[in-house]
């Protein structure tokens, strides 16, 4: 399903992915950890089509961003939805627009057909009754959920969460991470969730991967991903591992 | 500071000023890729025009009475002293479609849209919403900065139009109390001297200056980075250079076109 092969990225001459490489099969889960500015971002970035690889191939749903058109880049980009890490909400629109809005846009639906669907979404993400507010009256943990509700609207074949926990309370963080799983489960999409809840994301992922220095270390299910005797991946879970006594993973 | 560190501070801003105008023209390249033939939001631009048209009339008509009160306060002096009463229409006009009405109401035009629309493009930009329009497959382009170009030419040549005639009916009452100019002698001098060719100047150059505003302000509101501070600095930015590329038109456009 995604495909990343010795992808190298730079922003402005600082390099941001150094030689990554990921395989993400067909209805995987895949948790990114990483210390922050490793690349994580970066990755989902190049996954949905935003920034492209300086060198490295990308394949994406059978579509390799290095030779597509721009219409073939386009088409791909309508398969994938995307949380980003900032909502990315349209602040002058409704909660309803904001989700009716990729609908609207990417499918031939009538707008009672669309709007149907969005409010399905909307209460899905436990967020019946807020249709007719602006994003600016809603929380973080809120506007979270209408960011993921929008993102997968049109049921995508991917699904891209770029930290949907970012500032988040680790309630409506483990919320959050648990609805995605719900979406996951349902649709059957490939699904990559970047995350600073490291527990939460090892509960609900199939696999992980460890992004470090712009490379990905580590790539494995979350019960091997434990057993891992890295140094980097035993230095990162021991830095991650929290800070109250007596946890443990199970 | 030494004379190698001097050198290269000026180095490095010459390079931004190059990179800025080679991106402003990028930008403009492919705005007007998008008007022929025509691929813009219809919507988007009816939400420009109002804002950017409409909710600007107040500010600018302000602007304009004042221009033409100031201009014939500064002006009664050579008037009184060459006895020129009878020619204050025209000199007053001349100086009010020809000139100070276009580049004064660009300039009030680029501190409130050109400002905005460098601030709400900036914003869009980093909290990842015009990210979140491509990855909906929506050209950028052709949603946010075809609309805002549009309306703003149009929208600055219709304030111009208006400003221009607000100016001169301030500037007939003011030389009416100050200098008993009385309406009919102002109005003769004006149509008299000043034809439709004064006009036609004053709109191309208010058209000019809407489409420089627009570029400028989209460009920099597009390239945002760095968060809210970030913002700031392009609308900073924007502000600054759509000032000065108002001017450096103003002088090409008098130039060229007389």
Redesign the interface.
Known sequence: MIDLLDIHVSHDGVPALCGLSLHVGKGALLGIIGPGGSGKSTLC?VV???VHADSGVAIVNGVDYSTASRREL??A??Q???Q???????EHMTVLDNVC??LT??TTLDRPAIEGRAREHIAMVGLAGFEDRLPNRLSGGQRRRVALARACVTDPPILLCDDPTAGLDPVTSRQILDMIAGIRYQSGSTVLVVSSDVVGLFSVSTRIALVWGGKVLEEETTAGFKQSRREEVVRFLDDARLPFAGWSWD | MGLGASIAQMGAATLAVARETGGTGVLLGRVLRRLFPPRFDGRELRRCLLRMGYQSLSIMVATAFVVGVILVIQAFVFVDRYGMRSQLGYGAGFVTIRELGPVLLALMFSGRVGAYTAAELGTMTVTDQVDGLRCLAIDPISYLVVPRFIAMVVSLMALTVIGNAVALVSASIMGDIIMEVDQHTFWTSLFVMIGPSDVFLSVIKSALFGAIIAVNSCYFGLSTTGGAPGVGVSVNRTVVSSAVAVFVVDFFSTFVLG
Do not use: E, K, S
Request: charge should be positive; avoid cysteine; glycine fraction near 10%.
């Open positions: 970035r949905a089509g935003l386009q088409a980009q309508r994938i939805g995307v980003f890490q900032n909502d990315a909400l349209f809005y990729p846009r990417l």
